[in-house]
């Protein structure tokens, strides 16, 4: 069974600035890819990132960075000079191959403040 | 492009009545799926479909809900009888894609209570 961790209160950040969202993962697959959703106030679930257990690179787009080490089945995500429309919910989330199912974490509020 | 249209966007019932809530996923996306989000949870995948074939219900409860896909494109979830259990956020998905990155599209989901 897959199980996503993440377990930070809620984190008020200073606009400009970077945050790091903590995610850890279980999995006994060899195979699988680690996502990160965006949920905001309005209720939809916006893909940010993505990246595969053996993508040697961590993955990158725009604002966002995925701190992958594979060793410590931790996914952070990296969100880089922070924006007033970054406040949400973040959700780390994990599909195994031949298995469209996503696992997801229970998420992380952040809120950025001017 | 249109994304996932789900309506209606919030829904109060009292229990033991029915509650359907329906889905329209983005065109050409073969892959449906309905979650549940409960307060302060992620989303739980209920039932996911290929085409008009369920291939993944396990967590859906069987003795209360129902789905349909008719003709692979849209789709419908039904609650019958509701409990006050059931008030959570009901989302769908929709991807067009096999293998590990999969990227799934959501709705802006259905807010259900019930009283």
């Known amino acids: 069974a897959q199980k996503i961790t993440q377990t930070q209160p809620g984190m008020f950040v200073q606009e400009k600035e970077a945050v790091t969202l903590d995610c850890t993962y279980d999995t006994s697959d060899q195979s699988y890819g680690l996502f990160w959703y965006k949920q905001p106030s309005s209720g939809e679930m916006i893909f940010l990132i993505y990246q595969g257990s053996y993508d040697e690179q961590n993955a990158t787009e725009g604002r966002y960075s995925l701190n992958f080490q594979k060793a410590r089945k931790s996914a952070n995500l990296v969100i880089s000079a922070s924006q007033l429309g970054d406040s949400a919910m973040y959700f780390c989330?994990?599909?195994?191959?031949?298995?469209?199912?996503?696992?997801f974490g229970k998420g992380n509020q952040v809120v950025v403040i001017p | 492009e249109a994304g996932v249209v789900q309506s209606p966007r919030y829904k109060i019932i009292e229990k033991k009545q029915p509650v359907a809530f329906w889905c329209n996923p983005i065109?050409?996306?073969?892959?449906l799926y309905w979650y549940r989000q409960n307060l302060g949870q992620g989303p739980e995948l209920l039932i996911r479909y290929e085409n008009e074939e369920a291939v993944d219900d396990s967590q859906l409860p069987k003795d209360r809900f129902s789905a349909e896909r008719l003709k692979g494109v849209d789709s419908t979830l039904k609650i019958q009888p509701a409990e006050l259990g059931d008030s959570a956020v009901y989302l769908c998905?929709?991807?067009?894609?096999?293998?590990?990155?999969?990227?799934?599209?959501f709705g802006p989901g259905t807010r259900l209570t019930v009283l």
């Open positions: 989330a994990m599909s195994s191959y031949g298995n469209n199912r996503l696992a």
């Open positions: 065109s050409g996306h073969n892959t």
């Open positions: 998905a929709s991807s067009g894609g096999q293998g590990l990155r999969n990227e799934q599209f």
